[in-house]
């Protein structure tokens, strides 16, 4: 079965500071891995996503996230936060072996940023 | 163009009855899915509709809980004699795959 692990359920970043938030899967094949944001009160909103392209994913609103098989991690990093940047970030796995597209979720980290 | 819209945004009910909770996806959307958030369980896979295919109900966490989609669009989320437990943000999503799935602002259900 596949799974996402997302260390640390809050996180607090200075405005401006790097903002670093970790993710693993679980998987003997590299899965479709996922990073989602969800602001207050809305519907999750895709920030990027990894399917088997470029290991280095680029995505919305100058976030970031490296695949890493070796360390079965995908971590999503932004090089300077923003007050905006305040919401929940998931990150989530879909199954490439089976073709099935339902998504599991990690548990979600609450990002905080400090003016 | 208009996102997935789900109805009601809000729904509270008494313990023991049904609900239902809609959803309409993207036009043109094959894929229709719906999860479950919850404090405790967080977000959860419950359904997943995939053009003419049969559903995959594998997320499905009883058999209160059922689904349907009517002409491979709008979708509908019943949950029979419902529970305390029930209660969470139903979260609907639709893609054209292998696209993203968009999702929509949820029904929030509160059974008292």
């Known amino acids: 079965a596949q799974s996402v692990t997302q260390l640390g359920s809050h996180v607090s970043v200075s405005e401006g500071a790097l903002v670093l938030l970790r993710c693993n899967y679980s998987s003997s094949v590299p899965p479709y891995l996922f990073w989602y944001v969800q602001y207050p009160n809305q519907g999750l909103q895709l920030l990027l996503k990894y399917t088997s392209a470029a290991t280095l994913v680029k995505g919305i609103n100058g976030f970031e996230a490296e695949f890493k098989k070796s360390e079965t991690s995908f971590h999503l990093t932004k090089p300077s936060a923003h007050m905006s940047d305040a919401a929940e970030y998931f990150c989530?796995?879909?199954?490439?072996?089976?073709?099935?597209?339902?998504?599991?979720f990690g548990t979600g980290t609450r990002l905080t940023v400090i003016p | 163009g208009a996102g997935v819209s789900q109805s009601p945004s809000n729904k509270v009910t008494e313990k023991g009855k049904d609900v239902e909770l809609r959803c309409d996806p993207i036009?043109?959307?094959?894929?229709l899915y719906w999860y479950r958030q919850s404090l405790g369980q967080g977000l959860e896979f419950l359904i997943y509709f995939q053009g003419n295919s049969a559903p995959d109900k594998s997320g499905l966490p009883s058999d209160r809980f059922s689904a349907e989609r009517t002409g491979g669009s709008v979708s509908t989320l019943t949950i029979q004699r419902t529970q305390q437990e029930d209660s969470a943000v139903y979260l609907c999503?639709?893609?054209?795959?292998?696209?993203?799935?968009?999702f929509g602002p949820g029904t929030r259900l509160t059974v008292t």
């Open positions: 036009s043109g959307h094959t894929a």
């Open positions: 989530a796995v879909s199954d490439r072996r089976t073709g099935a597209n339902n998504l599991f």
């Open positions: 999503a639709s893609s054209f795959p292998p696209g993203e799935q968009y």
